[in-house]
Antibody, heavy 121, light 110 residues
Framework: EVQLMESGGGLVQPGGSLRLSCAAS????????LHWVRQAPGKGLVWVSQ????????AYADSVKGRFTISRDNAKNTLYLQMNSLRAEDTALYYC??????????????WGQGTLVTVSS | QSALTQPASVSGSPGQSITISCTGT?????????VSWYQKYPGKAPKLVIY???KRPSGVSDRFSGSKSGNTASLTISGLQAEDEADYYC??????????FGTGTTITVL
């Protein structure tokens, strides 16, 4: 069974930093692309970032480009999101998401439960 | 990376069919057959209900179906049930090798 478990969320002041982690199990981690998707309170889902199988290719939403860095450790089956220069508008529940064959490789067929990031003074 | 456009809300009576639209551009919805749909209950993680425009994942009811015409994709729920009351989001792969979500639609079962 695929499991994605996010951690690292919390309360941080504007301008601060936070690193999210996503521990994965139940599938071959090193052969799958992974993504971060967020949902601000009362708002919709927003794609944040993605990373390919070996970490050599990444992409970011314009709203986080230059501030967030996605990475992965295939030896530890863990995905990361380093978030710097945080703003109030980054407050959201952050989901770790997997694309796999069961979703045609271009759909998010497995989701974690999310970790809450709150940016406030 | 503008969000895809969905109606804010759609409602229907039990047993009816409803359709949610998802409008993008030729750079996303219109350019690729990689549109997917998600059902989301409050406090729960989203669940994939349609991928590749019209394919259903294993275990998803056949009351859910998807289609696309030009730059607009659609999700149809037939035989509407109380349990279908939730938020629904579309997403599409884009020409920039990224993804974009729709604005979300709240389904109300009358």
């Amino acid at each position: 069974e695929v499991q994605l478990m996010e951690s690292g969320g919390g309360l941080v002041q504007p301008g601060g930093s936070l690193r999210l982690s996503c521990a994965a199990s139940g599938f071959t981690f090193s052969t799958h692309w992974l993504h971060w998707v967020r949902q601000a309170p009362g708002k919709g889902l927003v794609w944040v970032s993605q990373i390919n199988t070996d970490g050599s290719t990444t992409a970011y939403a314009d709203s986080v480009k230059g501030r967030f860095t996605i990475s992965r450790d295939n030896a530890k089956n863990t995905l990361y999101l380093q978030m710097n220069s945080l703003r109030a508008e980054d407050t959201a529940l952050y989901y770790c998401v997997l694309t796999s064959a069961s979703g045609g490789w271009y759909a998010y067929d497995h989701w974690g439960q999310g970790t809450l990031v709150t940016v406030s003074s | 990376q503008s969000a895809l456009t969905q109606p804010a809300s759609v409602s229907g009576s039990p047993g009816q069919s409803i359709t949610i639209s998802c409008t993008g551009t030729s750079s996303d919805v219109g350019g690729y057959n990689y549109v997917s749909w998600y059902q989301k209950y409050p406090g729960k993680a989203p669940k994939l209900v349609i991928y590749d425009v019209s394919k259903r994942p294993s275990g998803v009811s056949d009351r859910f179906s998807g289609s696309k015409s030009g730059n607009t994709a659609s999700l149809t729920i037939s035989g509407l049930q109380a349990e279908d009351e939730a938020d629904y989001y579309c997403t599409s792969f884009t020409r920039y090798n990224t993804y974009v979500f729709g604005t979300g639609t709240t389904i109300t079962v009358l």
